[in-house]
């Protein structure tokens, strides 16, 4: 079946370091939208991409979809320990009747 | 609070007993889903409704038993449940399908 990769599923940084993911689809999609889940909490919806080559930034988080809709990437300027959580990527096949599947995620940890 | 509103936030519930999750938006939104949640596994989607239609029934073993009244109301009926039913459940919504979830903060289950 299709999957979503997300690699690595855990990432230590650094206070002040940057951080990047990706998460890589074995088919072309028609979006792809990143989460954020916090510990103990609930998966927050941060972005939605659409098109091939889109960039999109929130304050210090950069989201990237790729040229062939198939990878994006979440880049993570000068992490703070506020951005302590799990990234998961949803990404949805085109096509009707399609349905959103998620990523395992990435934990990413921050030392102070 | 996200919108999406969950209860209980937590049960313990016995092997034989039936029990009901529930879950309400008031955003307006179309779409309404039910997910699992489990340790080191990816979100896991059981049941979509658009419109008060089930949409999407993800081969979920019958003890699990979903009814939407109405776009802002949707529960998940629960009975003679397993020890690997114990998990977070998540409830969903969207304005419209994949399209921008909005999580409620779930329903940590324990089967004993």
């Known amino acids: 079946g299709q999957q979503v990769m997300q690699i690595p599923q855990y990432q230590h940084v650094q206070e002040g370091e940057d951080f990047t993911t990706y998460c890589n689809s074995s088919?072309?999609?028609?979006?792809i939208q990143w989460y954020k889940q916090r510990p103990g909490g609930h998966p927050v919806f941060l972005i939605q991409?659409?098109?091939?080559?889109e960039v999109k930034k929130q304050k210090r988080l950069t989201f990237q979809f790729g040229e062939a809709k198939k990878n994006s990437s979440l880049h993570i300027t000068a992490t703070q320990t506020t951005d302590v959580g799990t990234y998961f990527c949803?990404?949805?096949?085109?096509?009707?009747?399609?349905?959103?599947?998620f990523g395992k995620g990435i934990t990413l940890s921050v030392r102070p | 609070e996200t919108g999406v509103t969950q209860t209980p936030r937590h049960l313990v519930m016995g092997m034989t007993n039936k029990k009901s999750l529930k879950c309400e938006q008031h955003?307006?939104?179309?779409?309404m889903y039910w997910y699992k949640q489990s340790a080191k596994k990816p979100l896991e989607l059981m049941f979509v409704?658009?419109?008060?239609?089930?949409?999407e029934n993800n081969s979920v073993p019958s003890r699990f038993s979903p009814e939407c009244p109405n776009s802002s109301h949707l529960f998940l009926h629960l009975h003679t449940l397993q020890p690997e039913d114990s998990a977070l459940y998540l409830c969903?919504?969207?304005?419209?399908?994949?399209?921008?979830?909005?999580f409620g903060s779930g329903t940590r289950l324990t089967v004993v």
């Open positions: 969903a919504s969207s304005r419209t399908r994949n399209y921008g979830y909005t």
């Open positions: 088919t072309t999609l028609s979006n």
């Open positions: 991409l659409v098109k091939s080559g």
């Open positions: 949803g990404r949805e096949p085109a096509g009707a009747n399609s349905k959103l599947t």
């Open positions: 955003l307006g939104h179309n779409a």
């Open positions: 409704y658009s419109l008060e239609e089930r949409v």
